[in-house]
T-cell receptor
Framework: AQTVTQSQPEMSVQEAETVTLSCTYD???????LFWYKQPPSRQMILVIR??????QNATENRFSVNFQKAAKSFSLKISDSQLGDTAMYFC????????????????FGEGTQLTVNP | GAVVSQHPSRVICKSGTSVKIECRSL??????MFWYRQFPKQSLMLMAT?????????EQGVEKDKFLINHASLTLSTLTVTSAHPEDSSFYIC???????????????FGPGTRLTVL
């Protein structure tokens, strides 16, 4: 079974600064995906960034980037130039690689980190 | 693309009544749907996985007779909370994926959630 751990229940950052959210996971799988989801006060889950385990290059999406350390099973999220709209609960999630046509794999979520961006 | 809707967004009911929540994929075939439950400031807890045309697979500890899931079409899944009680009050989120697609379409796309309050 997979586990995902987010050790920071709450974090805060000043607007325009950079913040890093931590995530570690445990798995015996060799091929998998890692995700960061954002859940703002509206509670809609929004995909922030996605990383395939077989890719060594860290994923980036505008102000969001990850530091993926496969051997250490670490997957941190860096938010640059933080904005007030980044205030949300952030969840790290793991999914096994699924073969096309199979019923597929569940997402395993971490406990979440509540990020507050202060003006 | 990849939009998932849920209806209703909020529902208040009396104890002992049944409530049905709908989850629809609007622009793709949801061959697999997932139902989650989320308590305030907590992570998402997977309740069940359903594949179109098949019976749902429930997670351990989830009462299948209380949380009835029907996934009769490629665009619609329903969750019925039968004989609801105050402890069933929670935020229910569905997600959907198309297991016949590759890449990003292999991901789960989330609905906006339904807040259930049982009086």
């Amino acid at each position: 079974a997979q586990t995902v751990t987010q050790s920071q229940p709450e974090m805060s950052v000043q607007e325009a600064e950079t913040v890093t959210l931590s995530c570690t996971y445990d798995t015996s799988e060799s091929n998998y995906y890692l995700f960061w989801y954002k859940q703002p006060p509206s509670r809609q889950m929004i995909l922030v960034i996605r990383q395939e385990a077989y890719k060594q290059q860290n994923a980036t999406e505008n102000r969001f980037s990850v530091n993926f350390q496969k051997a250490a099973k670490s997957f941190s999220l860096k938010i640059s130039d933080s904005q007030l709209g980044d205030t949300a609960m952030y969840f790290c999630a793991f999914m096994k690689h699924v073969v096309i046509g199979t019923s597929g794999s569940r997402l395993t979520f971490g406990e979440g980190t509540q990020l507050t961006v202060n003006p | 693309g990849a939009v998932v809707s849920q209806h209703p967004s909020r529902v208040i009911c009396k104890s002992g009544t049944s409530v049905k929540i709908e989850c629809r994929s609007l622009d793709f075939q949801a061959t697999t749907m997932f139902w989650y439950r989320q308590f305030p400031k907590q992570s998402l807890m997977l309740m069940a996985t359903s594949n179109e045309g098949s019976k749902a697979t429930y997670e351990q500890g989830v009462e299948k007779d209380k949380f009835l899931i029907n996934h009769a079409s490629l665009t619609l899944s329903t969750l019925t909370v039968t004989s609801a009680h105050p402890e069933d009050s929670s935020f229910y989120i569905c997600s959907a994926r198309d297991r016949l697609r590759t890449g990003r379409y292999n991901e789960q796309f989330f609905g906006p959630g339904t807040r259930l309050t049982v009086l």
